[in-house]
T-cell receptor, first 118, second 115 residues
Framework: AQSVAQPEDQVNVAEGNPLTVKCTYS??????LFWYVQYPNRGLQFLLK??????LVKGSYGFEAEFNKSQTSFHLKKPSALVSDSALYFC????????????????FGKGTKLSVIP | DAGVTQSPTHLIKTRGQHVTLRCSPI?????VSWYQQVLGQGPQFIFQ???????GRGNFPDRFSARQFPNYSSELNVNALLLGDSALYLC??????????????FGPGTRLTVT
């Protein structure tokens, strides 16, 4: 079964410092990986995806993610954190729907709460 | 452009009752998926619909059902509510069902509280 793990429940970083939110994956075949962000009382907003190609993926709001096949990781990064980046971050992998007609779902990690300290 | 919309925003129900949640996808999107997000957890897949047909179901009991209408909007129904059904219910739409660029756009969710 496809799965992702986010080993850190919370990450604290000072404003202006680089940030990293970790994600590892377990899939059979080629992974389709995603990062979403959730602000309080809001739905999930898409940040970026890796399908194929360059291992460094650039996304919205200055975020990027590095795909590492040998380490089965897809860490989210940003060179300089903003207080407004404080939110809940979810890593997800595309997975075949059980008994589905070739359709796919997103399987999410538990989430990492990012706090950027002024 | 309007994003995915969901109604109601919040809902309080009593154990044993029935609830209906509604979702309107982004214009032109034909696939709608439903997810349940329990506090402190990531969203879990419940259903996927495409062109009004159920195309996938997650590991949820038969008390959960859904449908998609000709205008691609969708309803999620939950019967015989349990306390454990309290969660944020998220609807997501995507342009197609299976593409190499599977990108889902989420609505703000409906917060269901069962007392």
């Amino acid at each position: 079964a496809q799965s992702v793990a986010q080993p850190e429940d919370q990450v604290n970083v000072a404003e202006g410092n680089p940030l990293t939110v970790k994600c590892t994956y377990s899939v059979s075949g080629n992974p389709y990986l995603f990062w979403y962000v959730q602000y309080p009382n809001r739905g999930l907003q898409f940040l970026l995806k890796y399908i194929t190609g360059d291992n460094l993926v650039k996304g919205s709001y200055g975020f990027e993610a590095e795909f590492n096949k040998s380490q089965t990781s897809f860490h989210l990064k940003k060179p300089s954190a903003l207080v407004s980046d404080s939110a809940l971050y979810f890593c997800a992998v595309r997975a075949l729907v059980r008994d589905g007609a070739g359709s796919y779902q997103l399987t999410f990690g538990k989430g990492t709460k990012l706090s950027v300290i002024p | 452009d309007a994003g995915v919309t969901q109604s109601p925003t919040h809902l309080i129900k009593t154990r044993g009752q029935h609830v209906t949640l509604r979702c309107s996808p982004i214009s032109g999107h034909k696939s709608v998926s439903w997810y349940q997000q329990v506090l402190g957890q990531g969203p879990q897949f419940i259903f996927q619909y495409y062109e009004k047909e159920e195309r996938g179901r997650g590991n949820f009991p038969d008390r959960f059902s859904a449908r998609q209408f000709p205008n691609y909007s969708s309803e999620l129904n939950v019967n015989a509510l349990l306390l454990g059904d309290s969660a944020l219910y998220l609807c997501a739409s995507s342009l197609q069902l299976t593409t190499g660029y599977y990108e889902q756009y989420f609505g703000p969710g409906t917060r269901l509280t069962v007392t």
